[in-house]
C-alpha cells in the first residue's frame, strides 16, 4: 500500500488512447502505480471523478493529495470531460497536452497541431532518456512511428493500422474467419486458421516493421535506437530485428516530463 500523506506530492498522469486509457501515479520521478481501464468517449466529469477516487483510494493514495493532473487525449470529446473532472473532483486545472505548452523539442511536422499529444509525450520521454537519435514506434489502435534527431528534433512519422483493427477487419470481412486472440504461433506455417492468422498478424507486422525501420534508417542517413511502446509492443519487438527495447510505461513518462517543463 501506498500510504498517506499530509503533503500535496502526487502527480496523476492520463493518456486517453482510442480503446484504452492508461493512468499513472507519480511521486516526484517515480511511478507507483499504473491502471487500464477503456476508453469511453461518452464518460462524464462525473464518472471520471467517481473512478479514479476509486482507483487511488483502492491502492492507498489519498486523494487530496494530488499536485497536479497531466492529460495526453487523442479522443477530443473526452478532453472537457477531464478538464471538468479535475476542477470538481480535485480543484486542480490539468494541463492538456496540445499546441502552446512548452515541449522542449522543435516540431518540424508541417502542421505542429497535427501531432498527436501521445507521440509528442512519448518522443519526449525518448530523448529524454537516450540522447541520441531515435524511432519510436507505438503500437495502439494505430501504429505510429516516431522520428527524433540526433538534436532531439521531431522530425515526423509514420501511421498505419494496429494490429486489433487488422483482425476485427479479418473477422468482420471474411466470413469464413473467425475472431483470434493474438498469440505466438508455432511456427511460421500455420496448421490451422487460428495459427495461419496468427502468424500472418505477427510474422506479417515484424516484416513491415522491420522493413520500415531500414527505410528511415536510410532516409536519416544516421542509426537510430529504436524503441517500442504499446499494448501490442512485447509480440512484435520478441521476433523484431530492429526494436532493442520495449518501454510500457513511455506515453506516462512523457506526460510526468511535460508536466515539469510546464510548471
Not at 45 to 72: M, Q
Not at 119 to 124: L, S, Y
Not at 143 to 162: H, R, W
Amino acid at each position: 500500500m501506498a500510504g498517506k500523506s499530509d503533503r500535496k506530492d502526487l502527480l496523476l498522469c492520463i493518456d486517453v488512447g482510442n480503446t484504452q486509457t492508461v493512468l499513472g501515479i507519480y511521486r516526484a520521478r517515480n511511478l507507483l502505480a499504473t491502471w487500464r481501464i477503456r476508453s469511453d468517449r461518452d464518460r462524464t466529469a462525473d464518472e471520471y471523478g467517481h473512478l479514479i477516487n476509486d482507483l487511488l483510494r483502492g491502492k492507498g493514495f489519498d486523494p487530496s493529495t494530488l499536485i497536479g493532473i497531466c492529460v495526453s487525449c487523442v479522443v477530443p470529446p473526452a478532453i472537457q470531460a477531464l478538464e471538468k473532472m479535475a476542477h470538481e473532483a480535485f480543484d486542480i486545472k490539468p494541463l492538456v497536452i496540445g499546441p502552446g505548452i512548452k515541449t522542449g523539442m522543435p516540431i518540424m511536422y508541417d502542421n505542429p497541431r497535427e501531432v498527436g499529444a501521445d507521440r509528442i509525450a512519448n518522443t519526449v520521454a525518448a530523448f529524454e532518456r537516450y540522447r541520441r537519435a531515435l524511432i519510436v514506434i507505438d503500437f495502439g489502435t494505430a501504429i505510429t512511428f516516431d522520428v527524433v534527431s540526433e538534436k532531439g528534433e521531431y522530425l515526423g512519422g509514420v501511421i498505419f493500422p494496429g494490429i486489433q483493427i487488422s483482425l476485427d477487419a479479418l473477422f468482420l470481412k471474411a466470413s469464413k474467419l473467425p475472431r483470434v486472440e493474438l498469440e505466438k504461433p508455432p511456427g511460421v506455417v500455420g496448421r490451422n486458421t487460428i495459427t495461419s492468422i496468427q502468424s500472418g498478424i505477427i510474422h506479417g507486422y515484424v516484416g513491415l516493421v522491420d522493413a520500415l525501420v531500414l527505410k528511415i534508417r536510410e532516409e536519416m542517413k544516421v542509426d537510430p535506437h529504436v524503441v517500442a511502446t504499446g499494448g501490442f509492443a512485447a509480440f512484435i519487438a520478441e521476433e523484431s530485428s530492429v526494436i532493442k527495447e520495449v518501454l510500457p510505461d513511455l506515453t506516462l513518462e512523457g506526460l510526468r516530463i511535460l508536466f515539469d517543463r510546464n510548471m
